[in-house]
T-cell receptor, first 116, second 117 residues
Framework: AQSVTQPDIHITVSEGASLELRCNYSYGATPYLFWYVQSPGQGLQLLLKYFSGDTLVQGIKGFEAEFKRSQSSFNLRKPSVHWSDAAEYFC??????????????FGKGTKLSVKP | DSGVTQTPKHLITATGQRVTLRCSPR?????VYWYQQSLDQGLQFLIH???????AKGNILERFSAQQFPDLHSELNLSSLELGDSALYFC????????????????FGPGTRLTVL
């Protein structure tokens, strides 16, 4: 079955420290990969996406993610976390061929807390 | 601001009632997706419409239905509401996603928080 696993439910980092959020997926073929962020009481904002090409993708707010096919992973990273990064982060996958495969399958999310 | 609008922002109703959630996609987007976010189930895909036609169904209950109108806005109808239907309902839109076309990025609205008492 298609699924996305985010092993860390809650992570706390100090402001200025580096961050890595893990994401593993199970899918029949290489899917499209996304990271979304949800601030409290807000909708989902797209951080970055991987469709093809360079496996290291850059996103907004200084985030990047690396696709590793051999590990079925798409981990999100940021070199220096800001207090405003505190939010919940969702990894998602979708099939490449649209139609019935185009919907997003989400992980359970990782809640990020930032210590001053 | 993603350009996707949803109304109302909050909805409080009683068990057994029926409600309608509305979504307006980004200008030019033909596809609309509905998702439900709940504490126990997380974010789950409900249904997808493309240019007025239903394209895919996910974990959508029979008590729920949706449609997309000629002006491309969409409505999600929830009937015979139960306590467990309390959740955040998101709509997302993408440029063009018909059968056989490539998947595209989905942009999410702010959501409608439904509380069933």
């Amino acid at each position: 079955a298609q699924s996305v696993t985010q092993p860390d439910i809650h992570i706390t980092v100090s402001e200025g420290a580096s961050l890595e959020l893990r994401c593993n997926y199970s899918y029949g073929a290489t899917p499209y990969l996304f990271w979304y962020v949800q601030s409290p009481g807000q909708g989902l904002q797209l951080l970055l996406k991987y469709f093809s090409g360079d496996t290291l993708v850059q996103g907004i707010k200084g985030f990047e993610a690396e696709f590793k096919r051999s590990q079925s992973s798409f981990n999100l990273r940021k070199p220096s976390v800001h207090w405003s990064d505190a939010a919940e982060y969702f990894c998602a996958v979708a099939g490449r061929n649209g139609g019935s495969q185009g919907n997003l399958i989400f992980g359970k999310g990782t809640k990020l807390s930032v210590k001053p | 601001d993603s350009g996707v609008t949803q109304t109302p922002k909050h909805l409080i109703t009683a068990t057994g009632q029926r409600v309608t959630l509305r979504c307006s996609p980004r200008s030019g987007d033909l596809s609309v997706y509905w998702y439900q976010q709940s504490l126990d189930q997380g974010l789950q895909f409900l249904i997808h419409y493309y240019n007025g036609e239903e394209r895919a169904k996910g974990n959508i209950l029979e008590r729920f239905s949706a449609q997309q109108f000629p002006d491309l806005h969409s409505e999600l109808n929830l009937s015979s509401l139960e306590l467990g239907d309390s959740a955040l309902y998101f709509c997302a839109s993408s440029v063009a996603l018909g059968q056989g076309m490539r998947t595209d990025t989905q942009y999410f609205g702010p959501g409608t928080r439904l509380t069933v008492l």
